[in-house]
């Protein structure tokens, strides 16, 4: 066994290796960029070395500066996590000649699968089955459109060196394909350096459920079942989750078998994943093989008991799987939340930001939180957003279910906008709940996850109010107790005002919608509880709060909610989801009247990678004009209505601060 490795990589993924190298007595070397200098990874491993500016393309991509600190070190392995080198063949080939072990596949099987065109073709001849498509040679937008047109619509474009759901477009229409492959291709090249790009037939009510493989020196595989990873956006995974709900066993050995034919078509060695789209009939579909580590590997350590990083450090050493296929066994039911710094209201878009305030629910044998990041850490623009990766276990689909909602709900993040209300909503809502599952579950339901009905207000209403209330009182309370006349009416924690009842005016916003809410404190003998007034609507309430739970009773009905409080934001965490307000504050004059007039502001920190327009061009509504960049993903920004673009700001290649002006803009008078 090794007794020193390096790993190549940052974040959470460094930290999760280095926790079961330390286990294993095994010493770890980190490395790290400017912008990781303080990181946690830097601070967990018993060495660190510096490899370069802050962009990844000067740091964790640089093949030979990774190969020198582990040569420096001593280090007699690499460990390359997820993303960076962990699929790079150059870089396997390159550990070779400088006898360092690879932990991972060998470059054959890296090159074999690296190429989704190629890897279909090997897939095809070793009687994978595969979704009908295109992965030839000829490259040109005909040859593809043609292809597209006989398959018929949907399609979906996806870059050959692609993974993440970078350089992936899905495609509706004939007419919608030459901009659909310019985005892709775009996307592709900026990735990977490279923009080929195969054409597949877009099932429309796919699982995506995938089959965990191991593989040693020895011609021993086996597969730790499966996980369905089928809620995504922009084609990246959300929730995941293992066992694959409705699995039979007969179907989950048919994929594992077919998984492990896969791997030894291409002589693999270590942990991989081989990806299936499994169809509404339970077809199932060779979709790509990921060699490396998935993100999403924890769901199937909880439901084995196994440590597949321990797995990867034995196998790379030279031992045997340290279980047979017969030893291996299902217990339980494991989920994985992908805590990001996103907007799920502005399209998902990255945030960057101090994370202020951070405080992970309590681990526990049920609860099992990942991450690469602590309180007072900056999310930065040159990496993926990922905060932390939550994982929780229980005996039951139901039970691990009702585990998540809890421990999302107990998630308190401030500095940054994240997903986590979100994912608090989407692993409450009846079809997730029910296992309704495909690839397209988050389009299909967005207006239950984003809670766009109203309805659900007459009750949530009177609950922020009467939260606000009592947070008043109870800081009033505080106050009063610090000063030397705490009978003064100033000090009074009930809204006193001179002849004048006992009320409180408030406006909540949800939704970008304003309610105004007046509560007016009541006393019925020895007891007091607010009258609070709603438009028509009229709620007699009392409550009390306690930490982060606030208990309540409006009219008659008695309950509790889990509260975050962020300045005036407050989230309210109940069964059936969040539900989001802000208190909405006098106007003391301070914005400028003039202020966001005339311009397009950047949405994000990002790079701008194309100008589509010149100064003095007219536009359409909706007609693309720049690009931007942040964190992998590419983002186009387009005219909110027919106008003129009156003068440009940036360049392709310029960096761009979030808010920053992009271009002026006059709307065409109308």
Not at 140 to 162: C, F, H, I, Q
Not at 624 to 641: C, F, G, Q, R, W
Request: net charge negative; charged share 25%.
């Amino acid at each position: 066994m090794f007794t020193k490795i390096l790993i190549a990589n940052r974040g959470e993924i460094a930290c999760r290796v280095i926790k079961t190298a330390r286990r294993m007595g095994i010493h770890t070397v980190a490395v790290y960029s400017d912008a990781d200098k303080d990181a946690l990874h830097v601070t967990m491993a018993d060495e660190a070395v510096y490899i370069g500016a802050s962009p990844s393309r000067d740091s964790y991509l640089v093949s030979e500066k990774v190969i020198e600190a582990a040569k420096a070190t001593g280090a007699q392995a690499i460990h390359p996590g997820y993303g960076f080198l962990s699929e790079n063949a150059e870089f396997c080939r390159l550990c070779a000649e400088k006898d360092i072990t690879f932990i991972g596949p060998p470059v054959g099987a890296i090159e074999a699968m690296g190429s989704k065109s190629a890897a279909k073709s090997i897939m095809e001849k070793a009687n994978v089955p595969l979704v009908p498509g295109y992965h030839g040679d000829d490259q040109s937008e005909a040859v593809l459109k043609k292809a597209a047109d006989d398959m018929g619509y949907p399609v979906l474009l996806k870059a050959t060196a692609g993974g993440g759901g970078k350089g992936m477009r899905q495609v509706w229409s004939s007419d919608e394909f030459s901009e659909g492959l310019a985005a892709a291709k775009r996307e592709a090249a900026s990735s990977f350096g490279d923009d080929t790009m195969l054409v597949e037939k877009y099932l429309t009510q796919p699982r995506h459920v995938e089959i965990q493989v191991f593989c040693d020196n020895h011609e021993n595989a086996v597969y730790l079942f499966e996980r369905d990873c089928s809620v995504q956006r922009r084609h990246q995974k959300v929730i995941e989750e293992a066992p694959a709900p409705g699995m039979t066993e007969a179907l989950r050995d048919q994929m594992g078998q077919a998984a492990i034919q896969s791997a030894k078509a291409i002589g693999y060695r270590g942990a991989g994943t081989v990806e299936f789209l499994l169809d509404v009939d339970g077809s199932f579909y060779f979709m790509e093989m990921n060699t490396r580590l998935q993100v999403e590997h924890p769901v199937t350590e909880l439901i084995t008991g196994q440590d597949l990083v321990e797995w990867q450090l034995r196998v790379a050493a030279g031992e045997n799987l340290p279980k047979t296929q017969s030893e291996l066994e299902i217990k339980g039911h494991a989920f994985e939340a992908r805590i990001y710094a996103e907007d799920p209201d502005n399209d998902f878009l990255p945030a960057t930001g101090k994370l202020s305030f951070l405080v992970p629910p309590l681990e526990s044998e049920h609860v099992r939180v990942d991450t690469g990041v602590r309180q007072g850490d900056e999310v930065s623009v040159y990496y993926d957003p990922m905060i932390a990766k939550l994982i929780v276990w229980d005996e039951s689909r139901e039970k691990a279910l009702q585990r998540m909602a809890k421990a999302l709900a107990e998630y308190r993040v401030n500095g940054v906008t994240t997903n986590i209300d979100f994912l608090y909503n989407l692993a409450t809502c009846a079809p997730f709940v029910n296992a309704d599952l495909d690839t397209g579950f988050i389009e299909k339901h967005n207006d239950i996850i984003f809670h766009k009905d109203q309805q659900a207000l007459a009750n949530e209403l009177p609950m922020a109010a009467l939260y606000l209330v009592l947070s008043r009182a109870e800081q009033a309370k505080q106050a009063a107790s610090k000063t030397n006349d705490p009978f003064s009416p100033w000090n009074a924690t009930n809204a006193w005002r001179m002849n004048e009842a006992n009320a409180q005016t408030l406006t909540l916003n949800h939704s970008d919608t304003d309610y105004d809410v007046t509560v007016e404190q009541k006393r019925q003998g020895s007891d007091s509880y607010y009258l609070v007034q709603i438009g028509d609507h009229s709620y007699d309430c009392q409550g009390d709060i306690d930490g982060n739970t606030l208990y309540f009773t409006i009219n008659g009905y008695r309950s509790c909610a889990q509260i975050a409080h962020n300045e005036q934001h407050i989230s309210l965490y109940r069964p059936n989801g969040v539900f989001n307000f802000t208190q909405v504050l006098p106007d003391l004059g301070e914005s400028g009247e003039d202020a966001g007039q005339g311009g397009l502001a950047a949405p994000m920190n990002g790079t701008m990678v194309d100008v589509l327009v010149r100064a003095g061009d007219k536009v359409e509504k909706d007609q693309p004009l720049v690009i931007m960049e942040a964190m992998k993903m590419e983002h186009t920004i387009k005219a909110p209505s027919a106008g003129v673009v009156t003068a440009l700001f940036f360049q392709a290649g310029d960096m761009v601060d979030g808010g920053a002006e992009l271009l002026s803009f006059e709307p065409e008078e109308s």
